[in-house]
């Protein structure tokens, strides 16, 4: 079993940065893939970045290609999701996921990941 907790959301103005984290317990990250979703009020839940078990790939959503960066520290056991030039429509709880299989890539599909976090709130003020 993996715990992740989501931490660095906050209120911010359009045009400003957030640093998520995502850090895990009960079991190393390192050799297991870890995606970000966000969730607006009355929306889908959807995929924004992905980044692979040993780092080197990257996925992002179109939406924020060019803004965010996803990035990890396995010595932290940490994953961090760089969000910069924020827009009012990135408001969301903010989930980071990783799955039971290691050594797999990265993914936009939700549906293979097995462990989720409990989210972090990013509002972003016009």
């Known amino acids: 079993q993996v715990q992740l907790v989501e931490s660095g959301g906050g209120l911010v103005q359009a045009g400003g940065s957030l640093r998520l984290s995502c850090a895990a317990s009960?079991?190393?990250?390192?050799?297991?893939?870890v995606g970000w979703f966000r969730q607006a009020p009355g929306k889908e839940r959807e995929f924004v970045a992905a980044?692979?078990?040993?780092?080197?790939?990257?996925y992002y959503a179109d939406s924020v290609k060019g803004r965010c960066t996803i990035s990890r520290d396995n010595a932290k056991n940490t994953v961090y999701l760089q969000m910069n030039s924020l827009k009012p429509e990135d408001t969301a709880s903010y989930y980071c996921?990783?799955?039971?299989?290691?050594?797999?890539?990265?993914?936009?599909?939700?549906?293979?990941?097995?462990?989720w976090g409990q989210g972090t709130q990013v509002t972003v003020s016009s």
């Open positions: 996921a990783t799955t039971s299989n290691s050594y797999s890539s990265g993914t936009p599909d939700e549906r293979r990941y097995d462990y």
């Open positions: 009960g079991r190393t990250f390192r050799t297991y893939p």
């Open positions: 980044i692979n078990w040993d780092g080197i790939s990257r």
